[in-house]
């Protein structure tokens, strides 16, 4: 279509997004804009915005409409793509296996999915054969279509079809009319939009298999679920799917296992973590830089028993909210629950004593085991527990402390990660319609955490009205090696536990006052931390980190005298050494040193002997010139001391 202004009798006006008009004849599609403008922009383009909605490329335009193109490269394109990638999914597994039942396929995070009701268990070969058919009807270039249907006639269309999930649908939606997308012989009840035609799809893969119920009820039918993703170009598939590959590569119970840190075993109980000698190490290097940290910054340390009585659990409200994830014990006819949090015991000691304003604030800082009944379902190595200690701290102040006490917190935080090398993300969570609490103390807690947050001159979200009923919080994501985001530390105040256990202090008024509680932590759980740790860094933590940091290798049987006198200095120093004088070739040594990824391999010939020194080796092979013993140490300390 060529058109030229002025000489059509219908002409329309649309309004790009930089304000600017444009004529188009009557009749012209997004597509036809987008031509208009350029012949560039007609190949990126692969749907548009009318008013604000997602609308497939070739819908027509009216007058006065505003209009955005949406191109590969616009935010909303990925959606677009991996849902009309979902559909080619489903097109091709009909043609390969006509008696499998279509369900739902929508676009996710990390691409896409569809559930299929089919007999035949997929395998892995089955992905490649449906990808291969896929790549053949992406190349037959089908025009992608949409039809509106009153949903009498979709139903009979499906019915027809076999498709007795798509009935379902429909029947569910209780709409006049459907709107229904068609590529070759496929078609699909969906909202839309799709890309233009198949040949728009270039870059994607089919990942996994697993099994799903029809709309997740266990009573219902089990379906199959094939799980793939794609790109707007093969160079980004790629880089998603090294980035995939890197991640299992670093798998923290992959990990775990093969640098003998933790393990489970059903004899013990799911989601309780068994910690083995380097595992437990790592955990107390953890433990007493918490210890230190928190000291520095005027926390006292407490610690809580691990089971306190029912009835103070039903005073706190856990016992009523939160029943079903605590476990309990009944000993002497007195029933007791294993705390799922470290509060109450804090809160005994707050209320041990009058206090005064002058005593304020307090910080009671407890590495707190808790536990947690976790459904099965949701465990994952360290990241999802039934077992767990958290670095938590419960802040006890006055209002007018408040502010300052929050900023000390996000300031810690911030000095924490930046040793660990994480960048983070921080978000608030606001009043939400249900809570409780008084308007003037939800008003003095927001404000304290937005304040921190603009101090901070760091980049934060605001979650309206998705705070907990009884305060507002801070949750902080931190951002790993390969850019995954992982929810550890929050700050979160509350109003309802000084009013439950009426904790009070008296102010300089005189007065009898409700101190302010903040619970907060900055790491979170320390499994959960560590699980973290060990996939940002591969397993190879920094010299400080490291459960062991160096080990001795010997070239012959003829240097362990020295070797093992090396061997003592360094331990005797507080060095995290292991020895290796075992008869076997020197590279065989090296290389497994190198397999537990331990930083300094500290080799031991004659020349060493003779010359009283190590000749260290980094774990990524370079050599470090040879030194005594007492200059190893040093190195070492120095190291630790500035967290390398
Ligand atoms: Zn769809
Ligand atoms: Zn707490």
Redesign the pocket.
């Known amino acids: 279509m060529i058109f030229q202004k002025g000489l059509c009798m219908n002409e329309i006006n649309v309004t790009l997004p930089d304000g600017s008009q444009r004529p188009l004849p009557a009749g012209a599609s997004i597509f036809d804009l987008a031509a208009s403008i350029g012949a560039g922009l007609a190949k990126a383009a692969i749907a548009g915005k009318i008013d604000g909605n997602l609308v497939d490329l070739n819908t027509p335009l009216s007058d006065g409409a505003r209009v955005e193109i949406i191109t590969e490269k616009s935010p909303e394109a990925l959606e677009i793509i991996r849902h009309s990638t979902s559909h080619l999914m489903a097109q091709a597994v009909k043609a390969l296996f006509p008696q499998a039942k279509v369900t739902i396929g929508p676009a996710i995070e990390t691409g896409f999915y569809y559930d299929f009701d089919v007999d035949h268990p997929f395998t892995p070969e089955d992905l490649e054969k449906i990808e291969d058919k896929m790549r053949e009807l992406a190349k037959s270039d089908l025009k992608i279509e949409r039809k509106e249907l009153s949903s009498a006639d979709a139903i009979a269309l499906f019915k027809g079809m076999g498709e007795d999930y798509k009935v379902e649908l429909i029947e569910d939606l209780g709409a006049d009319k459907v709107s229904l997308y068609s590529q070759g012989d496929f078609v699909d009840l969906c909202r839309g939009p799709h890309l233009p035609k198949t040949s728009y799809i270039k870059a994607f893969k089919l990942t996994s298999i697993a099994g799903a119920y029809w709309r997740g009820d266990e009573k219902r039918a089990m379906l199959q679920r094939v799980y793939g993703t794609a790109f707007g170009d093969k160079k980004e598939l790629e880089a998603y799917l090294a980035r995939i590959e890197e991640a299992k590569k670093r798998d923290h119970r992959k990990l775990g296992r093969e640098l003998d840190l933790f393990s489970f075993n059903d004899e013990v109980g799911a989601g309780l973590v068994i910690w083995h000698p380097k595992g437990a190490m790592l955990r107390t290097i953890l433990e007493d830089f918490e210890r230190k940290e928190h000291l520095k910054r005027g926390y006292d340390i407490v610690q809580g028993p691990q089971i306190l009585k029912t009835e103070l659990w039903q005073r706190s409200g856990h016992y009523e909210n939160y029943r079903e994830n605590m476990y309990f014990t009944t000993v002497d006819e007195q029933s007791y629950g294993v705390k799922p ?3 109450l015991a804090h809160m005994m000691i707050y209320r041990s004593q009058l206090r005064s304003y002058r005593d304020l604030p307090l910080r009671y800082f407890e590495l707190g085991t808790v536990h947690r009944h976790e459904r099965a379902g949701v465990l994952h190595g360290l990241l999802r527990v039934r077992g767990f200690t958290q670095d ?1 701290a ?1 802040i006890l102040c006055t209002p007018d402390q408040l502010d300052a006490e929050i900023k000390g917190v996000i300031q810690f935080v911030t000095e924490v990660m930046g040793i660990f090398g994480f960048e983070f993300e921080m978000e608030l969570s606001t009043r939400p319609e249900k809570s409780i609490g008084s308007d003037d103390a939800w008003e003095l807690a927001t404000s304290a955490l937005l304040n921190a947050l603009k101090d901070s001159g760091r980049p934060y979200e605001i979650n309206e009205g998705d705070g907990a009923f009884y305060g507002p919080k801070i949750d902080i994501k931190l951002r790993d090696a390969l850019d995954r985001r992982w929810q550890c530390a929050t700050i979160q105040c509350d109003f309802t536990l000084p009013e439950r256990f009426d904790l009070t202090y008296v102010d300089a008024d005189g007065e009898k006052k409700r101190p302010v509680m903040v ?1 907060r932590v900055i790491l979170g759980a320390i499994e959960r931390f560590i699980g973290v740790l060990i996939e940002h860094f591969a397993g190879n933590f920094p010299t400080w980190l490291a459960p062991v940091q160096a080990t001795i290798v010997t070239v012959t049987d003829n240097q362990i005298p020295y070797a093992q006198a090396a061997f003592d200095k360094l331990r005797a120093a507080g060095i995290r050494v292991q020895k290796d004088f075992r008869n076997e070739k020197l590279g065989f040594k090296i290389r497994e040193a190198q397999l537990q990824k331990i930083p300094y391999m500290l080799v031991v010939g004659d020349k060493e002997v003779e010359g009283g020194l190590l000749a260290p080796r980094f774990r990524d092979g370079k050599n470090l010139d040879s030194m005594t013993p007492e200059q190893f140490v040093s190195f070492i300390e120095n190291e630790v001391k500035n967290y390398k």
């Open positions: 949090m470290n509060c938590d419960h619970h």
